[in-house]
């Protein structure tokens, strides 16, 4: 079965600073791959995704995340952080052409 | 594009009572639209999927008689919660997939918090 994992379960890099948020896919086949912004008590926001084509891949809000299969992973990258970017993010593979399955989340803290 | 609404945003009710709630596509419409649940701090966990027009298709462990799902038109989904107790609080999202894109993405509700006392 499908499996996404995001070992950092909180970050916290300073308002400027550079940004990577780690996910790790376990899948048999080419994934489909989705990173979300969820704000508290907020539904969740598409950032960008993955389907095939152009590993690196841009997404809304100056992010972007590149596709490894050689590593499964899927990691996020914004090379200057705001502090509005403070949010819980989740990586998340879509397969058997419906479901998604998401990983626990990365909440990011934004220092001034 | 790409909206989806949750009806209600928040909802508290008495333990043994059922709460229906809504979730609908706003500008697309939507053959399929999906059923999470998140606990605090937790990720989220797919309840079912409904699909527009049939049976909606539970995930293992999810009660289809406490959360029942119908579908009637391709761009409303409900989910109520029935004879609701305290450990059913938490929040509820759902989401859809664009029909006329035939795409996999899909796109998520605001929630909706339930608290049973």
């Known amino acids: 079965a499908q499996s996404v994992t995001q070992p950092d379960i909180h970050i916290t890099v300073s308002e400027g600073a550079s940004l990577e948020l780690r996910c790790n896919y376990s899948?048999?086949?080419?994934?489909?791959l989705f990173w979300y912004v969820q704000s508290p008590g907020q539904g969740l926001q598409l950032l960008l995704k993955y389907f095939s084509g152009d590993t690196l891949v841009q997404g809304i809000k100056g992010f972007e995340a590149e596709f490894k299969r050689s590593q499964s992973s899927f990691n996020l990258r914004k090379p200057s952080v705001h502090w509005s970017d403070a949010a819980e993010y989740f990586c998340?593979?879509?397969?058997?052409?419906?479901?998604?399955?998401f990983g626990a989340g990365t909440i990011l803290r934004v220092k001034s | 594009g790409a909206v989806v609404s949750q009806h209600p945003s928040r909802v508290i009710c008495k333990s043994g009572t059922s709460v229906k709630i809504e979730c609908r596509s706003l500008d697309f419409q939507a053959t399929t639209m999906f059923w999470y649940r998140q606990f605090p701090k937790q990720s989220l966990m797919l309840m079912a999927t409904s699909n527009e027009g049939s049976k909606a298709t539970y995930e293992q462990g999810v009660e289809k008689d406490k959360f029942l799902i119908n579908h009637a038109s391709l761009t409303l989904s409900t989910l109520t919660v029935t004879s609701a107790h305290p450990e059913d609080s938490s929040f509820y999202i759902c989401?859809?997939?664009?029909?006329?894109?035939?795409?996999?993405?899909?796109?998520f509700g605001p929630g909706t918090r339930l608290l049973v006392l």
């Open positions: 899948y048999g086949a080419t994934p489909y």
């Open positions: 989401s859809a997939r664009d029909l006329a894109l035939a795409s996999e993405t899909q796109y």
């Open positions: 998340a593979v879509g397969a058997n052409g419906n479901k998604l399955v």
